[in-house]
């Protein structure tokens, strides 16, 4: 079935089971609410009495550029519903409030998620302005992901880059980094890809969430739940190792969000990234301390700076009984660069060539030094069968779909779990699978659609789940509800992944730096971690978190909640205000 068409009846399913969930629970008490504290009324105002479930509207047409003097158009912010993400909401509403204090005409637009991702990756002509969340992934632990994806102008057009922020000085020092071996050298070239993007402000930082996750102790031994670095406890490790203490085995998870698609080429979110590092296999995996070991691999040896020679485990099976071998790994390598997976392509990119040795041994050799290789391509690349997606690669050729559009009725990996059954809104369920080299302690893995926070709490304590792996409500509520119950153990993580908002670059007045830089003004940081994270947070100013410091530029430009200094940036850009107090575009 074709990906859009697919998403947008996935939508419309999403939207009823968001009315019914809604009508039925309410989430008040999940919702945060900014109570008083030392921050100013001019940062936080007192919340707006809302509806349990908002009218999502339509999202507004692209306009035509501005006239010179003409009013900024109205600006539209996206965000997901206040009972799937009151966090998000409520941060959303504020920027609104705040926004409007510079004479701006805009418009908070909530939508169930699958609706926001649709619009922004696939209509990026469509949107102006979008809250956004980058999660923490093992992966991620090296910032080379992240420098590249998220910011060079090859991942503009359907990568990680959809906010179209092109900048060839930015993409040399993107590359650059890659090549260096020496690490204090390497670093400089990141503080410096940092800076820049601090300085073009495509994105606005809010926070780098501290993760609240809970668990029943009464079902899982504490002492197997893995607490990664950057990650928390939701990462492969603990999805494998969770040894349970009773004759309830089943590992049974929420998440706020739809499933959008289970495809090992195509990166579509958290709730899918979950099913994805655990049904297909990787090469290398990276640890709960954030280093890079064998998995599906059992040696990687670097004969030097430009060859690695890859041997699989033998044995290994795909989940249809056949054998993985160097032909599989080949083809899961050279396909994001054949242009069929282009948000995979970034990973695969400074390989020159794969070599296969025999059946189980691979020599890749890269075009120029690639210090990331390990983290950033084989412990992030999907390994996938040949015998399954080589005919669908030849299906597709010649027409404007690619890999990314495909689903699988019956998705095959090698993974430590196999697929089993998925219903659109309602659940996705795997199994252990029994063959694998390192089986998982649970025997089934179940990942249930709850989209209203405050009922995933409450099936956390009637056990019908046993893990709450998406919180994204008042996260001193679940430490309250873990003190109540001893059955009940909360763990805080600050996250590699950060809170933003995203602004298209593509429109005006989005394309001035000096409109973005005064948006960026106009965001509470310190309130919003103090009110509405209710201190489960830091403030980010990069895309790479301070919780790994030794990457983290520490001298970056910051954007202080401001409103007088964001009207007086947009005065000397030539902006000005008409006798209503609109914000006027520059004259020529």
């Not at 939508?11 to 809604?22: H, K, Q, R």
């Not at 991942?155 to 980094?177: H, K, P, R």
């Not at 203490?245 to 979110?269: K, R």
């Not at 995979?344 to 690639?370: C, G, H, M, N, R």
């Amino acid at each position: 079935m074709n990906r859009q068409t697919w998403l947008r009846l996935v939508t419309l399913v999403s939207i009823l089971t968001l009315l019914v969930s809604a009508c039925s629970t309410p989430a008040p008490t999940a919702a945060p609410t900014v109570a008083p504290t030392e921050a100013t009324e001019d940062e936080v105002d007192t919340p707006a009495e809302t509806e349990e479930v908002e009218e999502t509207e339509e999202p507004a047409e692209t306009e035509e550029p501005a006239a010179p003097g003409a009013p900024v158009p109205t600006i539209e912010v996206l965000s997901e519903t206040q009972a799937a993400d009151p966090v998000e909401f409520e941060m959303t509403r504020l920027l609104v409030e705040n926004m409007k204090k510079l004479g701006i005409d805009a418009v908070h637009n909530p939508m169930p998620w699958l609706q926001q991702a649709d619009l922004v990756w696939f209509e990026r002509e469509n949107w102006q302005m979008t809250s956004w969340r980058m999660v923490g992934r093992p992966e991620r632990m090296d910032p080379d992901e992240f420098v590249v994806n998220l910011f060079h102008s090859s991942t503009a057009e359907s990568g990680y880059n959809f906010v179209g922020y092109i900048n060839e000085a930015y993409d040399e020092l993107a590359m650059a980094q890659r090549a260096i071996t020496d690490p204090e050298a390497r670093r400089e070239v990141i503080y410096d890809a940092q800076q820049m993007i601090a300085e073009d402000v495509p994105y606005v930082y809010v926070a780098h969430p501290k993760l609240p996750y809970a668990f029943r102790s009464d079902i899982w031994d504490a002492s197997t739940i893995v607490d990664a670095q950057g990650i928390g406890i939701i990462n492969y490790w603990t999805w494998t190792e969770a040894t349970p203490l009773t004759d309830q085995t089943d590992l049974i998870i929420n998440t706020s969000e739809d499933v959008q698609a289970i495809n090992p080429f195509y990166i579509s979110g958290s709730a899918d990234s979950r099913v994805t590092e655990i049904l297909w296999d990787r090469l290398m995996r990276v640890g709960a301390d954030g280093l890079t070991v064998p998995w599906a691999a059992e040696s990687v040896v670097w004969e030097d700076e430009l060859n690695v020679v890859v041997t699989l485990r033998e044995g290994m099976t795909w989940h249809d009984g056949e054998a993985v071998d160097t032909d599989d790994v080949i083809f899961s390598f050279e396909t994001p660069a054949s242009g069929e997976a282009p948000m995979y392509a970034p990973f695969v990119s400074k390989i020159a060539t794969i070599e296969k040795i025999d059946d189980l041994s691979v020599k890749f050799t890269l075009a120029e030094p690639w210090v990331a290789f390990e983290t950033a391509s084989l412990a992030k690349i999907n390994l996938v069968p040949e015998h399954v997606w080589a005919p669908i690669v030849e299906e597709l050729l010649g027409t404007d779909d690619n890999l990314e559009s495909y689903q699988e009725e019956t998705p095959i990996g090698s993974g430590p779990y196999a697929f089993v059954a998925w219903k659109a809104s309602e659940e996705v369920v795997l199994e252990a699978y029994a063959d694998y080299f390192s089986p998982p302690q649970a025997s089934r893995w179940i990942r249930r659609i709850i989209p209203n926070v405050e009922s995933a709490l409450g099936q956390l304590k009637t056990g019908e789940i046993n893990f709450l792996a998406d919180w994204t409500g008042d996260a001193t509520i679940l430490a309250d509800a873990a003190e109540a119950d001893p059955n009940i153990e909360m763990v805080a993580t600050t996250e590699l992944g950060f809170r933003f908002y995203a602004m298209n670059l593509r429109l005006e007045p989005f394309d001035d730096v000096a409109f973005r830089k005064a948006i960026a003004h106009t965001v509470p940081v310190d309130a919003i971690i103090a009110n509405i994270f209710k201190g489960y947070a830091e403030p980010a100013d990069s895309y790479v978190s301070a919780a790994i410091d030794y990457w983290h530029n520490p001298d970056l430009p910051k954007y202080p909640y401001d409103i007088e200094g964001a009207r007086a940036l947009l005065e000397d850009a030539g902006y000005s205000w008409d006798a209503d107090g609109m914000l006027l575009m520059p004259a020529e």
